[in-house]
């Protein structure tokens, strides 16, 4: 019996010494694989930009999904839709992208050019943005030190 109870602690020690491990685990894959969306306006002169878009991180590899219409000063309006892949790396809360792909937005998608980062337009064009949680359910996107959009996590 007294060996037993000495089993038995040194399990339940061993096992409480885990748990931080397992957490560890948990949220550094919570934090590296995760999907959220964002809406982003943008009003120049002559047109409006309203466009949804779609981010999927998952362990270095990323992917964009855009769906939107631009509508001009006399309320016509052009559809957007945009989707690629990129690379990105993470440290704490700065992502770096890297695109993979060359997209000619002004071709493909009827955006602006002077309204997407090149990132957005051709491959191998980096983003540098900052990711700063607010709540469980979304997070900042942050451009330099402006937040551009809320970014609410969604299912993968």
């Known amino acids: 019996m007294k060996n037993y109870k000495k089993i038995a602690g040194r399990v ?4 409480l010494a885990c ?9 550094k894959t919570n934090n590296n694989n995760f999907s959220c969306d964002g809406e982003i306006t943008i009003q120049n002169l ?11 991180f998952n362990n270095g590899i990323g992917n964009y999904i855009a769906t939107g219409v631009i509508q001009n000063a006399d309320n016509s309006t052009r559809p957007i839709s945009k989707s690629f892949t990129f690379h990105y790396t993470q440290e704490g809360d700065n992502l ?3 695109s993979n792909e060359d997209i000619n937005s002004s071709v493909d998608t009827n955006t602006p050019d002077v309204l997407v ?4 337009r051709t491959s191998g064009r980096g983003l540098s943005i900052r990711l700063k949680r607010e709540n469980p359910t979304g997070a900042l996107i942050i451009l330099g030190n402006t937040p551009v959009f809320y970014c609410k996590r969604s299912q993968a």
């Open 12 to 15: 339940l020690i061993g096992l």
């Open 19 to 27: 748990i931080p491990l397992v957490m560890s685990m948990y949220v």
């Open 46 to 56: 002559d047109e409006t930009y309203n466009v949804v878009m779609h981010y999927r």
């Open 96 to 98: 770096t992208l890297l």
């Open 117 to 120: 980062p090149d990132f957005f």
